[in-house]
């Protein structure tokens, strides 16, 4: 994005100081908030008015994200704190500024790593090999690392493989002096040891930061994968007029190009969700539309699986749907009315009804619980083609996508029906990894490395709207105008269990089912963002400060999928655009 900005004529190395210079600004009122405003009289008693007892540990690496060290060190320098710079992959003449100087007459043009690097050390930056830290069984190092705050300059968005030798020690031992310093962890752009395009982090070894200074715009493995759990808070420094240059990127992916081309990489960060519109008082419970739900099986005397439909269609009511029918097997039917007096029931297996029913119907949610042998596959082949058959808008979950996989794999016509289906008709589809990998017919460890190829090619194969459930849910949706992809930031680890995912695919039919609503209140991301601030409102992770939701407060441990319908009708109750 940042080329189309130098292509105008801006210069490169102006970037990086501005970038290092808003930084050094944010270090400092970072400082002031971690020891000054703290409940914690620890924290205080290490408070130092003084700036010039101050001490940052910055650690850089060679590319750019350690030339934005080299910067904030001498802004920080500058602003009278004591600085020390532990580099690594240095060799000792690439600080003889002589030498550099000469090389880069010779050879190439000064890299703008290396000018901030000549900048820092003219204005007489202490700095400390990491490699020889090694070599000396003292720890040369020790003094070095004790400070108030760490900077981690290692590596940014050009991080692109495990972190091997002194890469490995360097994270570890980075990790360890600021929690050894009871320290402020702060990273540049991106923790390093975490894969900017697709958050994924080698075994385990990332730099964890308690605040990411995010550069120009948000790099989506901050939102997924493993990004939440290294970057801590994230700050945003846009440095360039970027929605510009990103609208215009848009709109060239845009121009009907297919959405397995590599041109779709760019993400949006969904931080908010629409304000639904109010009810008109001359209405009734048909303006708003039927759900109906299949699922809830017992396959072989099993115990079965009713809470999926149960759980599904009280996450249907609860946004909002004028009616809904669950066809189940007939031994839930007991349960399901007992808990939802308010629903209707058929018998799964009586395919007249229930495919007399699908034209009643406005949305057909269909595979939670629908269990995965012969006679449910043969059930899920007759109802989707009816719902075809009446142009009826489709969401597949859980065993439906069971059932898609395998059909996939016998290259059964429904495929190919179901994708030309989809280019005229909602049809919205909700795997989780694990599921993704069965319909991609790939491990899971390969849909995991790169989330965003695999919902990519999820569309491209079946067609229809995705979420790929997961931390940080992604979100494609095909419009005419081409693929948007989401990326979700609300959410928590409380909503890792079983049952959630059903309580997604009833969200996502009641929205869809609600005629009166705009196209984008009915969407896919909607339903995504309504879902994720549920969990947080339980879990007391909404980022609203004055909502006062404290009867429905649970915690990430022990939150059941039962507990999300009250606090999907608390959220729409709030106006979910509040939220930011
Ligand atoms: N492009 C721009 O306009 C700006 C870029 N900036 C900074 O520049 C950064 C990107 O700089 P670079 O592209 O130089 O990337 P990095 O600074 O992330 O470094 C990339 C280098 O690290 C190596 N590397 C990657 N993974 C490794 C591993 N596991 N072990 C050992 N070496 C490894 C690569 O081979 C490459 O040589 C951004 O994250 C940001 O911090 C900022 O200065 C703002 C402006």
Known sequence: ???????????????????????????????????????????????????????????????????????????????????????????????????????????????????????????????????DSNSCPNDSLGIALSADVYIDALFGIGFDRAPEGVYEQVIRRFNDAVQQNNALAIAVDIPSGLVADTGEVFDRLAIQADITLCLIARKFGLHTKDGMDYSGGIIDIPLIPFQKVFDQAASDKNDGQDVNQANVPVAMLLKTAHRLTARRQNSYKGSYGHVLVIGGNRVDQSQGMG?????????????????????CHERFHGALLTSLPDAMTLNLHDTDGVEALIKEASVIAIGMGLGRDEKAKALFISYINAAIAEKKPLVIDADGLYHLASLSRDNHELITQLRDYSVDYPVRLTPHSGEAATLLDKNISEVESDRLATIKQCAATYG?????????????????????????????????????????????????AQQDLTSDMRSLHQAVMIHGLAGDTLVNQMRRADSDNNALLIGQRGLQAQDMPAAIRHVMQLGVDVYN
């Open 464 to 512: 229809g709207d995705w979420v790929l459930k997961g931390a940080g849910s992604l979100v494609l949706e095909q419009q005419s105008k081409g693929a948007q992809i989401y990326v979700c930031g609300v959410g928590n680890a409380g909503m890792a269990t079983a049952g959630m995912g059903d309580v997604l695919s009833g969200v996502i039919a009641g929205l869809l």
């Open 1 to 131: 994005m940042e080329q189309a900005w130098f292509t105008e004529g801006h210069d490169s190395f102006g970037l990086m100081k501005q970038a290092a210079w808003q930084m050094a600004q944010h270090i400092e009122q970072l400082y002031e908030q971690k020891y000054l405003n703290t409940q914690s009289s620890m924290s205080t008693s290490m408070y130092r008015s003084d700036t010039s007892q101050r001490k940052a540990s910055i650690w850089v690496g060679r590319g750019n994200n350690g030339g934005d060290g080299w910067l904030i060190a001498y802004y920080l320098r500058q602003a009278g704190w004591q600085v020390t710079v532990i580099t690594v992959g240095f060799e000792t003449q690439n600080f003889d500024i002589n030498h550099t100087a000469e090389v880069s007459n010779t050879a190439h043009p000064m890299t703008d790593a290396t000018k901030a690097l000549q900048v820092a050390l003219a204005a007489r930056c202490d700095y400390q090999r990491f490699e």
């Open 307 to 327: 809470g999926a439909a149960i759980l599904s269609a009280a996450s249907t009511m609860a946004t909002g749907a004028g009616k809904i029918t669950v066809a």
